[in-house]
């Protein structure tokens, strides 16, 4: 992909196609400020770009059929969601529709070098398997702090070695297209609202549970970033003064208190004292508990299991509570690994939010459980990358 559009008419109308798909010139000139013939003229010169094409006469509206307009469907995507434990690499379309994915169990603390190893051999037996021959665009969620416009990893504390990694310039060389780098919850964002149980809220906030803790800010269908591209790292909100040492150097964080880390070790704790014999079976048979098990204690009835995830919930709830009484958003989506834990962690959540913040924050506000599971982060990709080369030059 070369082209760019050329000024935000032509911008807004590839974005409404590829969130849209196929429409008629008419029914376009319905959803932007533009005279017919201005738009006439935007969408020639679109055409003569390459980035759409015509695909068959629309339905008529009393007069003349027009052509449909859908975006070039030669057009490939990749989305690239690296997670704490986990690289999931995808190919779409223009339209976001996930054409192939894979996901392969990795360490981020690894290194970049490893990682992205493994990201470039995901994307090749993603391309030789026929899902693509090359790549216009990439996105690429790291479980990190990123410096947006650089596209690069600050001080990310469960990623050591990546600080000041040059990710956005290093794939962009080894893939040969464009790359944009954000925070992975960020992605996560941004694949519940295009395709995700987020399709018609504007603002909302996406809370991500897993290795850590993020929260993607959309303010007005937009990414909240802040200054220099922190906002949303709610792991690190302190909620026991004095608590558990965390990754990042402080105590008490919400992170140390409940993560998926730090649910496997309590899991353990209450394995080895005696006080769960549904995680001590576990843990004699395999070595290590994980968030899965404990959902699987829950889920078998497991008092303690359940007194794990409640208490989680709590203090995962009162810093959303926090938050909602400042941003007063219009969703709330909790997503990530530990959501396996399924409906417990979530009355948990709702109980704190809907018992700490006023009446007028949370008399209409869902807390919901993501729809998209792995998909968002790769669909999230896609779509940072097509929100960049859909934007004017």
């Known amino acids: 992909m070369t082209a760019r559009p050329a000024n935000t008419h032509q911008a807004r109308l590839l974005r409404l196609l590829r969130d849209g798909g196929p429409n008629s010139r008419a029914q376009l000139g319905d959803q932007v400020d533009l005279s017919r013939s201005k738009?006439?003229?935007?969408?020639?010169?679109?055409?003569?770009?390459?980035?759409?094409?015509?695909?068959?006469?629309?339905?008529?509206?009393?007069?003349?059929?027009?052509?449909?307009?859908?975006?070039?469907?030669?057009?490939?995507?990749?989305?690239?969601?690296?997670?704490?434990?986990?690289?999931?690499?995808?190919?779409t379309n223009a339209e976001l529709e996930i054409l192939g994915h894979i996901t392969h169990p990795m360490d981020?603390?690894?290194?970049?070098?490893?990682?992205?190893?493994?990201?470039?051999?995901?994307?090749?037996?993603?391309?030789?398997?026929?899902?693509?021959?090359?790549?216009?665009?990439?996105?690429?969620?790291?479980?990190?702090?990123?410096?947006?416009?650089?596209?690069?990893?600050?001080?990310?504390?469960?990623?050591?070695?990546?600080?000041?990694?040059?990710?956005?310039?290093?794939?962009?060389?080894?893939?040969?297209?464009?790359?944009?780098?954000d925070n992975d919850v960020n992605l996560m964002a941004l694949g519940e609202q295009h395709a995700g149980v987020a399709r018609s809220a504007g603002d909302f906030l996406c809370v991500k549970i897993g290795t850590g803790i993020g929260c993607g800010i959309v303010v007005g269908g937009e990414v909240y970033r802040g200054t220099t591209g922190s906002a949303g790292d709610i792991g690190h909100i302190q909620v026991e003064p004095e608590g558990r040492s965390c990754a990042c150097g402080n105590r008490g964080c919400l992170e140390a208190h409940f993560s998926g880390a730090a649910l496997a070790r309590d899991a353990e704790d209450a394995a080895r004292e005696g006080r769960s014999p549904v995680l001590a079976e576990r843990l004699g048979a395999q070595g290590t508990l994980n968030a899965a098990d404990v959902a699987a204690a829950a889920a078998a009835g497991d008092p303690a299991a359940l007194d794990l995830i409640r208490s989680g919930g709590n203090r995962t709830g009162q810093v959303i509570a926090s938050l909602v009484s400042f941003f007063n958003p219009g969703l709330v989506v909790i997503g990530g690994g530990v959501t396996g834990l399924g409906h417990t962690l979530l009355a948990a959540i709702r109980t704190q939010v809907y018992r700490q913040s006023l009446p007028l924050a949370?008399?209409?506000?869902?807390?919901?459980?993501?729809?998209?599971?792995?998909?968002?982060g790769v669909i999230g990709g896609a779509r940072l990358i097509s929100d960049h080369l859909f934007s004017p030059a």
């Open 39 to 91: 738009l006439a003229v935007e969408v020639d010169r679109l055409l003569e770009t390459g980035l759409v094409v015509a695909d068959g006469l629309a339905a008529s509206r009393g007069g003349r059929r027009s052509h449909n307009i859908r975006l070039a469907p030669g057009l490939r995507f990749l989305g690239v969601d690296i997670g704490a434990t986990s690289i999931d690499v995808a190919v």
């Open 362 to 376: 949370t008399g209409n506000l869902p807390i919901v459980l993501g729809e998209l599971g792995p998909a968002s």
């Open 108 to 181: 981020v603390r690894e290194g970049p070098v490893a990682v992205f190893e493994q990201v470039l051999a995901m994307a090749a037996k993603l391309r030789a398997s026929g899902f693509a021959d090359g790549f216009d665009g990439a996105g690429i969620g790291v479980p990190g702090p990123v410096r947006f416009p650089e596209g690069v990893p600050v001080a990310p504390p469960i990623m050591p070695g990546w600080d000041g990694y040059p990710v956005r310039e290093v794939l962009s060389q080894e893939l040969g297209c464009p790359v944009m780098v």
